[in-house]
């Protein structure tokens, strides 16, 4: 767009300077002409020069012309195209933050769902196929599958990631499932709802393992995870609950003491080797 306004203008400044010189160039030949004698063959030749300079006039006035009328052309059709590309754009934008709108809208309705309570025919473990996925190495069939658990899990145990992993030379399925909780006041709803899961996954002998890992968005030093293993007889055994955000400041705090500590230690065993090494040189 900048080009085509540079280009005018640099038009104008030419055709500016080319009529300038040509107004010059008229006003020396009406000043020869004043001056001129009575000679017939010089009046001749003045007139067909007067001629040639005013069509030469006419073919400069006609071609600036043209030139300024297709540069008012594509000007104009490169401002309907930027007025067109310029309004597609602002729809889309105004598109982008509905749909941005929406999705937060969405997202917060998401966030405060309640817990609901276990369906009383509980939860089809069975309906997933879960020994094509453990002879079968198809991972959109794995995909299908965690969306699916993660989607109808997601109003009893909250806001839930699921993933599978599968084992097949020793024929096993482990899965994890990561939920999201607003607060802790809905742990209560969640542990129900877990042991009716645990019920439920026991008819699924090719599920031996599974972690569920509960995070809390108020408070996240609560956040927790549960793993269970199934025994030799089939029953799932539920290991020591960790708490990765309280050990590891635990562990912080620990470490900071025992280095704390360990300072005077130290310098108590420096202060009785340099007593000893005295002692030995004084006897």
Known sequence: MIFIYIGMILLAIGAGSIIGWRLYREYLLRKVEKQLSSDALAKRKLRLFKHNLRSGHLLIVLGCSSAIIVSVLLLTVFQLTGGIHLQR???ETSQLKEEVFALRTEQTEWMRMPIFAYPENGFAFEATDWEHLLVSNDREAQFAAEYELAYQLSPYLGRTVAMIFVDQPLQE???VLSSKL???????GWEENFSSLLHDMQNVPLITQGTFSVQFSKDSDQS????IIRDENGVWTLLERSFPNTDAQEVANNEGSESISSTPQTDQSETINTNEQKGSVKN
């Open 89 to 91: 754009l602002q729809e």
């Open 173 to 175: 399925i482990s899965i």
């Open 182 to 188: 607003p607060s802790i006041d809905d742990l209560n």
């Open 224 to 227: 927790f995870e549960q793993t």
